[in-house]
Every structure is written in structure tokens, then in C-alpha cells.
């Protein structure tokens, strides 16, 4: 073990390294400091680049400005996939991104952004400050040297893009699909081929048929990617990705050397943003997601109810058995269901019938 964990710090370094020269060294005068962020969305793309650039912006607000935060979009530093690399290795002192990206360095970060058919936003809040989350984030982002701050989330998301009508569980087979994480492994186990792309490669991908299908986030981010030009059918729920976490992410030694009104500071504005991030997000897919339909004839599509419920039943087989291959995998695979099945006996009277007495209501007032 102690041989892996030294060859898996000495990769990340190696691979920071490279991406050393391209930075100004921090400026450290009189008390301030200057840290940079490194992130895996282009630059100020909506809700999630400008996500990252409002914790840069309360930070140095309310430090006044004894830490600065600058904030590189991904490809101007390093490439997307290697922001963990950056701050890990202590080139930059932080960055934002999924956890699922980091899935390849540490299997169990993946169980951080979401499960197929798992928590909802809230919940994954209640889970992580009341259910043992961060404390089991702690452990796995110190695996790669971090800190791990929960700093945004997406909300239920859309089921993707297609150009084929998607009527049962075969018509994933041979189907080349852009989904990251725990949802494109089972997109994987039913027969279709993964890509994981970042977010600036996802347009041009469809448009070139790298791909067949994506998925992104929602109707928000979609419209602002352009990805109706290129598929005929929205579908929905997005099964695979029901509340979605962003991390920011800090090197462990440099977050560890701030003051504690600074590491304090830090937390406050990351804890923020979380909620605004999924505010904005839930606001502004109302509107998006009008213009799809009206403006640019963007045909809505559910997924049927056979295929959700065999995907349903995969998804429990594939990530219990990815679970299986670590015991890190496991320990945070356990907590979050046994938060879920808490979770699914509180909705069921609260959220799932509240909804249900909602729709009763609307249907009245439509009929009178």
C-alpha cells in the first residue's frame, strides 16, 4: 500500500509539473496572497464556470482581499481532466470541476457527484453535513492530497440527446454516448460505448458524429452549448444523474497553512455557492427550456417506463459491483444507501406527495 500511495503521488506530480512554467509564480506580500484556480469548464460558461469564478470573488471580497483567487478556465493552464493533477501536485492551490472526473485517480471520488437513481440535491446536502458525507470526503480527497468543498449542484438533470428514438433497453446497444461517471458505467453495461469528454468538446463532438448521444446538464447549459442543433429528441428524467455535486477542491498542505478566519472564509463562500449554484440552475431552466421547445422545435421525449425500470435494476448491480473492487468504493457506496433508503421513506410523504397534490390542484384550476 505504501508503495501505490508513493507511486500515485509521484504520477501526479510529474504530470503538475509540466504545467509549472505556464503559471506566474503566487504573490505573497504583506499578508495577501494570491491563489489560482484552475477549473474544468470553459471560462464563465453559465452556472458552472461562473460558479467557480463567484467562490474566486467571495473569497477575496471577504478576505478583503488578503487572498485573491484568479480563475483559469480549463485549457488555459491545463486541460479539463488534468485540474486534479495541478492542485494535487501543487502547482496551483486549487480547482473546481466534478468528482466524478476524478474517478480514474481514486475510484470512490466518483460516488461524490451522483448514483443513478440516488439522492436528490437536498439530499445529497443533508447527507453530506448530517449523514457522514464529508467527513468520508475528507478521507477519499486526501487520497489525492485535497481538500474537498461541496460548490454547486446541477439538480435533477436531463437523460441527453439522441438522433434515434430510445423505446427500449437495445437501443442503447452500439450507441456512442458521452456520460461521465456512474451512469455512463451502466449506459456501458447495456451495450452502448462511452466517451468522456469535457464540456467544451461536447458540441463538436455531436456535430461531427464522435458521438451518437450526449449528455450534459439541463435545459440552462444545453441551450448555452447549442447541442439542439445537432439532435432531434430531449430526453427525460435524467435517471443518472439526479443531483449532481461540483467540488471545488484545494491542495491539503496549502489550505492547512492559511490562517483560521481564511480556511473559514473559504468554507463559507464554497458552502454559498453550493446553494446558489442549484438556485440559479432551477430558475434559469424554466426559461431555457421554453426557448428549446418554441424557438428551436426541440422535441421532448420520456423515457419509457420499461427501460427506466431495467435501467433502475442494472444500476444497482453495476454500482454494488464497481463498490466491490475497493474498500474506500464500498465505505462511501454503503453510506449513501443506507442515507438513501432514509431519505425515500421521508419523500414519500413529504416531497413525492406534496408534487402529486400539486398536480391534482393545477388540473382542477384548469378544468374550472
Given at each position: 500500500m505504501k508503495r501505490r500511495s508513493f507511486l500515485k503521488r509521484a504520477a501526479i506530480v510529474g504530470a503538475a509539473a509540466a504545467a509549472g512554467s505556464a503559471l506566474p509564480a503566487p504573490a505573497i506580500a504583506q499578508g495577501r496572497m494570491e491563489w489560482r484556480m484552475v477549473t474544468t469548464w470553459p471560462k464563465n460558461f453559465p452556472g458552472l464556470g461562473t460558479g467557480a469564478e463567484l467562490v474566486a470573488k467571495l473569497i477575496t471580497r471577504a478576505s478583503g482581499g488578503r487572498l485573491r483567487v484568479k480563475v483559469y478556465g480549463a485549457g488555459e493552464v491545463v486541460p479539463a481532466f488534468e485540474a486534479m493533477d495541478a492542485v494535487a501536485g501543487g502547482t496551483v492551490e486549487m480547482g473546481h470541476g466534478a468528482p466524478y472526473y476524478w474517478k480514474g485517480k481514486v475510484p470512490a471520488a466518483q460516488y461524490f457527484a451522483a448514483i443513478p437513481f440516488?439522492?436528490?440535491?437536498?439530499?445529497?446536502?443533508?447527507?453530506?453535513?448530517?449523514?457522514?458525507?464529508?467527513a468520508l470526503a475528507d478521507e477519499v480527497y486526501g487520497e489525492l492530497g485535497c481538500v474537498f468543498f461541496p460548490s454547486g449542484n446541477t439538480g435533477v438533470q436531463m437523460g441527453g440527446w439522441f438522433n434515434k428514438e430510445i423505446g427500449r433497453l437495445d437501443d442503447f446497444r452500439g450507441l456512442k454516448m458521452r456520460m461521465p461517471g456512474l451512469g455512463g458505467e451502466v449506459v456501458r453495461a447495456v451495450g452502448g460505448n462511452i466517451v468522456n469528454l469535457p464540456g467544451g468538446d461536447v458540441s463538436t463532438a455531436l456535430q461531427s458524429g464522435t458521438v451518437d448521444a450526449v449528455e450534459w446538464v439541463g435545459p440552462y447549459n444545453d441551450l448555452a452549448l447549442g447541442?439542439?442543433?445537432?439532435?432531434?429528441?430531449?430526453?427525460?428524467?435524467?435517471?443518472?444523474e439526479p443531483g449532481t455535486v461540483l467540488d471545488c477542491f484545494i491542495n491539503r498542505a496549502k489550505?492547512?497553512?492559511l490562517p483560521a478566519d481564511l480556511q473559514a472564509i473559504v468554507r463559507a463562500a464554497n458552502t454559498a455557492v453550493n446553494q446558489i449554484v442549484l438556485s440559479e440552475f432551477i430558475a434559469r431552466n424554466n426559461t431555457a427550456l421554453t426557448k428549446l421547445v418554441t424557438e428551436h422545435g426541440v422535441e421532448l421525449r420520456p423515457f419509457?417506463?420499461?427501460?427506466?425500470?431495467e435501467l433502475g435494476r442494472i444500476s444497482e448491480e453495476v454500482v454494488g459491483e464497481l463498490a466491490a473492487q475497493d474498500p474506500l468504493s464500498r465505505k462511501v457506496h454503503d453510506s449513501i444507501t443506507r442515507?438513501?433508503?432514509q431519505a425515500t421513506e421521508w419523500s414519500k410523504l413529504s416531497d413525492q406527495l406534496y408534487l402529486h397534490a400539486r398536480r391534482l390542484t393545477s388540473a382542477a384550476a384548469a378544468a374550472g
Amino acid at each position: 500500500m505504501k508503495r501505490r500511495s508513493f507511486l500515485k503521488r509521484a504520477a501526479i506530480v510529474g504530470a503538475a509539473a509540466a504545467a509549472g512554467s505556464a503559471l506566474p509564480a503566487p504573490a505573497i506580500a504583506q499578508g495577501r496572497m494570491e491563489w489560482r484556480m484552475v477549473t474544468t469548464w470553459p471560462k464563465n460558461f453559465p452556472g458552472l464556470g461562473t460558479g467557480a469564478e463567484l467562490v474566486a470573488k467571495l473569497i477575496t471580497r471577504a478576505s478583503g482581499g488578503r487572498l485573491r483567487v484568479k480563475v483559469y478556465g480549463a485549457g488555459e493552464v491545463v486541460p479539463a481532466f488534468e485540474a486534479m493533477d495541478a492542485v494535487a501536485g501543487g502547482t496551483v492551490e486549487m480547482g473546481h470541476g466534478a468528482p466524478y472526473y476524478w474517478k480514474g485517480k481514486v475510484p470512490a471520488a466518483q460516488y461524490f457527484a451522483a448514483i443513478p437513481f440516488g439522492l436528490t440535491a437536498q439530499e445529497q446536502n443533508a447527507w453530506l453535513q448530517y449523514g457522514g458525507g464529508e467527513a468520508l470526503a475528507d478521507e477519499v480527497y486526501g487520497e489525492l492530497g485535497c481538500v474537498f468543498f461541496p460548490s454547486g449542484n446541477t439538480g435533477v438533470q436531463m437523460g441527453g440527446w439522441f438522433n434515434k428514438e430510445i423505446g427500449r433497453l437495445d437501443d442503447f446497444r452500439g450507441l456512442k454516448m458521452r456520460m461521465p461517471g456512474l451512469g455512463g458505467e451502466v449506459v456501458r453495461a447495456v451495450g452502448g460505448n462511452i466517451v468522456n469528454l469535457p464540456g467544451g468538446d461536447v458540441s463538436t463532438a455531436l456535430q461531427s458524429g464522435t458521438v451518437d448521444a450526449v449528455e450534459w446538464v439541463g435545459p440552462y447549459n444545453d441551450l448555452a452549448l447549442g447541442l439542439y442543433k445537432n439532435a432531434r429528441y430531449y430526453y427525460y428524467p435524467g435517471w443518472h444523474e439526479p443531483g449532481t455535486v461540483l467540488d471545488c477542491f484545494i491542495n491539503r498542505a496549502k489550505f492547512e497553512a492559511l490562517p483560521a478566519d481564511l480556511q473559514a472564509i473559504v468554507r463559507a463562500a464554497n458552502t454559498a455557492v453550493n446553494q446558489i449554484v442549484l438556485s440559479e440552475f432551477i430558475a434559469r431552466n424554466n426559461t431555457a427550456l421554453t426557448k428549446l421547445v418554441t424557438e428551436h422545435g426541440v422535441e421532448l421525449r420520456p423515457f419509457p417506463a420499461p427501460v427506466l425500470s431495467e435501467l433502475g435494476r442494472i444500476s444497482e448491480e453495476v454500482v454494488g459491483e464497481l463498490a466491490a473492487q475497493d474498500p474506500l468504493s464500498r465505505k462511501v457506496h454503503d453510506s449513501i444507501t443506507r442515507f438513501r433508503r432514509q431519505a425515500t421513506e421521508w419523500s414519500k410523504l413529504s416531497d413525492q406527495l406534496y408534487l402529486h397534490a400539486r398536480r391534482l390542484t393545477s388540473a382542477a384550476a384548469a378544468a374550472g
